[in-house]
Structure formats: C-alpha cells, structure tokens
C-alpha cells in the first residue's frame, strides 16, 4: 500500500482490516470526517479475502476461494466503485466414485448417477414441488413417498454425508441441523452453484479492491500490530473490533470453537485444468475439495495453480479461526460474551467479533449499517447484531 501520514490522534480504532473494518473505516472517513486506524495483527490487509501472485504469475486466494455473489443491487454498486468485476459465474461439480456431477445436486446428476430412473425421479420431484427451483435436501427425508425420501437418502449418501463430516470433524448426525437445511437441490439442469443476480471476481483481485476501500486521507493502516494492545495505548479513540469477541475478554467464559483448514498448493499444467473452479471430494480422502485458480482470472493465463483443501481442527496459535462451530454449548457461550459486549462502549462486528458465518456482502452490508447507525444514531448497532443473528 502506498505511505501515508499517520495521525496522531485518532476518532476511531479499527482491529482488524478484513471487509468488515476496511468498510466500516471508510464510511466513518468519508461520511463523518473521521480520522480512523485501523489495524491488523497479519502482514497484508484484507483479512480472509486477501490474494497475490504467486511464482508462477497466478492470482492465488490464501484463505480459500471466495466467490462474491449477492442479491443486493446496492451492496454490488458500493464496492464498484472500489473495483471493476471479471462477470463470473461459480460452477462446482463432485467427483462421485469416479463420476463428476454438478452440486448443488440437479437432473445431470440424476441422469448421470442414477441414468435408469432419472426421467421418473425427475417427474416425481417437479410434480411433488411444482415451481420451486431448488428445495433443501432435508425436505427430501420429509417428502410424503419412499421414492422421494429414498432419493434423498442416496444424495446425502452420494455428495454431502462424507464431505459434512470431513468439513466439520464430527458425524453428520452431530452437525448444527441447519446447516443440513442450506444443502440445496435444483429441480432442474440449472448448474450455477448460486442464483444471485450479481455474481462476480473483482479484476484486479480482492487484495486491490480492498485497498482501495482504505484509500482515504483519513484512514492509516497499521500491520502487524495487536489490535488490544493499540486499544490500550489509543484509550479516547472509540472502538470498534472485528477480532474474536471472546479475546476481547481473555476468554473469561472459555474458547468458542471453530474449525480451521489447510491449504497445499501444488502447480498445475494448463489453464483451466480442472473442468470446474471447484472440484469436491466427499469420498473417504482426507481432502475436501481442490481449486483451480485460474477460473478466477479476467484474463487466460499459461498455467495455473491448485489447491487442494484439507479440514482441520482449530487450534489457537497454531492456525485460523475460519467456520465457527454453532452448537447448543457456543451459543449460550457467545450470549454470555454479547452481554458483556453490551456494557461496553466497544462495537463488535464481521465473523469473529459476532461470532457467526458471514459471506463478503453480509460482511459489507453489516460493517455500513454498523457506521450508518454510529452515524445517524438510528438504533443500537448491537441491538441489530442480536437481531441479524435470530432471524437466521
Ligand atoms: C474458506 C473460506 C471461503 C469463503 N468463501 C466465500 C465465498 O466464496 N463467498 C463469500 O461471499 N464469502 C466467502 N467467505 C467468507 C468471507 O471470507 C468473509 O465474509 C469475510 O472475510 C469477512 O470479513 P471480516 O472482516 O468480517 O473478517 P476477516 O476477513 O476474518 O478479517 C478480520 C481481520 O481481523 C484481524 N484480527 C483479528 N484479531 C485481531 C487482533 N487481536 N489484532 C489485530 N488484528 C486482528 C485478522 O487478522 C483479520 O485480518 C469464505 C470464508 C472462508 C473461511
């Protein structure tokens, strides 16, 4: 990034330069004449959306592929203008016993897992759905005939039992059910992996874009500085945090528990090698899925770079908090953090200061209504925090 002044008194401290502090600073910058820090521990700003190049001139995502896709007409034009977009759209196929077929589940994954009975599965599930484009396949164990909930029992079986409890180090059974519930099925060919109307790469990669967001007179960046220990030497500056809420407080109600990953990149031959962005795995490997990097390019480039993606058990120090891990005991952990956060004066915010799983729109969209209601004091920023997390 280039340098810029630092100033020496600041309005605001923001930990973390993830999407989440990245856009909460500029709209406080921009929008109020604020003078903002922000910081984080890492060497490169960005949080988990950072990208670079590596060795062999391919654009790399360190933190796993993000693919950024919303509905919102008005989240899209924000961050344009801090990017101009590669139009892409997200394609992932599952590699069953040998077999590559679409996922979400669709009717070329009946034709080609199931060729003998697809045309009257095919049937028996628009006639049981008529005019829904796509159904959790845990409606599918709820159907009302055997065909039907014996078709959901073999997609379970053939794309996502395996690949769940790989992801999540637990058998399916123990898994937050709704997470089951998001697992869709397309009652057609449609093979787009998500059906929003903007779906897109921005150009010259995240790391760029959000650079851009922090381009601002009035915000300075610091890397690899601690968030708590600038807190304590910056005590005027108001505060908000997007690292783990439970390490704003030392973890005085225990760890809420994530799940981590692991990357192994290894060089590939051509471009596109792989016949989708994102090939899954839900056999017995010890891998989840692999990513070729060179779908994500605006350009063609000579090679290209995969990565094959390994779940792992999170453990503080040692690698990233990326998933939390919903269950009964974390979310009564998390309430007891969120009242404490109340008697602060400190705003929490993005997936590790709420504690929840967001994708890059639900991180922007949260950090400018976080800033919007600093700014015009409409409603308690975390009031609306509490009440994102119980409509999901
Ligand atoms: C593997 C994976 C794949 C994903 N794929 C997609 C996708 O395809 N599409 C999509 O929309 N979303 C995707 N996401 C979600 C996306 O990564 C998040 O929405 C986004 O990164 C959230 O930004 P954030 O600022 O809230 O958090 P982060 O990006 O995690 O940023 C938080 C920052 O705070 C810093 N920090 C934490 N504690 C401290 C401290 N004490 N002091 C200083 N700094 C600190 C961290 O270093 C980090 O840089 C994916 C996430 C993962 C993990």
């Not at 009946?110 to 028996?124: K, Y």
């Not at 851009?212 to 500056?237: C, F, K, M, N, Y």
């Not at 639900?362 to 609306?384: E, F, N, W």
Request: one cysteine or more.
């Amino acid at each position: 990034m280039p340098a810029r002044r630092t100033h020496t008194r600041n309005d605001w401290l923001v930990v973390g330069s993830g999407l989440t502090g990245a856009t909460f600073a500029r709209c406080l910058a921009e929008e109020a004449g604020a003078s903002v820090l922000v910081v984080d521990q890492r060497d490169h700003i960005g949080g988990n959306v950072f990208d670079s190049l590596d060795e062999r001139g391919i654009r790399v995502q360190r933190y796993g592929a993000h693919i950024f896709h919303t509905g919102s007409a008005d989240i899209f034009e924000y961050l344009s203008r801090f990017t101009d977009w590669y139009h892409y759209e997200h394609r992932v196929l599952a590699d069953v016993d040998g077999q590559l077929v679409p996922v979400p589940f669709n009717f070329t994954s009946l034709d080609t897992l199931l060729p003998e009975r697809s045309g009257a599965l095919q049937q028996a599930l628009l006639e049981a759905f008529p005019g829904t484009a796509r159904i959790p396949v845990a409606q599918l164990a709820r159907a009302a005939t055997p065909q039907l909930r014996e078709l959901g029992e073999y997609i379970a079986a053939a794309i996502f039992r395996n690949y769940t409890a790989k992801q999540w180090g637990r058998p399916i059974e123990q898994v937050d059910p709704t997470v089951l519930e998001r697992v869709p099925v397309t009652l057609s060919y449609d093979d787009r992996y998500f059906r929003d109307e903007f779906q897109a790469i921005p150009a010259g990669g995240y790391t760029a874009m959000v650079e851009a967001i922090l381009d601002h007179p009035l915000i300075s960046v610091a890397l690899q500085t601690d968030g708590a220990t600038e807190h304590q030497r910056r005590p005027d500056a108001r505060l908000l945090w997007t690292g783990r809420v439970d390490s704003f407080f030392d973890y005085r109600y225990g760890e809420l528990p994530y799940r981590s990953l692991r990357f192994e990149n290894t060089p590939g031959t051509r471009w596109r090698e792989l016949p989708a962005a994102v090939v899954n795995h839900p056999g017995v490997e010890p891998f989840t899925r692999i990513i070729d990097h060179s779908y994500f390019a605006a350009e063609p480039t000579a090679t290209t770079t995969l990565t094959y993606e390994y779940p792992a058990a999170y453990e503080r120090g040692q690698n990233e908090p990326f998933y939390p891990v919903s269950d009964a005991i974390s979310t009564a952990m998390y309430q007891k953090y969120a009242a404490l956060a109340d008697r602060t004066g400190v705003l929490f915010g993005g997936r590790l200061g709420d504690f929840r799983y967001y994708d890059m729109h639900q991180a922007v969209g949260r950090a400018r209504t976080l800033a919007d209601t600093v700014l015009h004091g409409r409603a308690d920023p975390r009031t609306i925090a509490r009440s994102i997390r119980r409509s999901a």
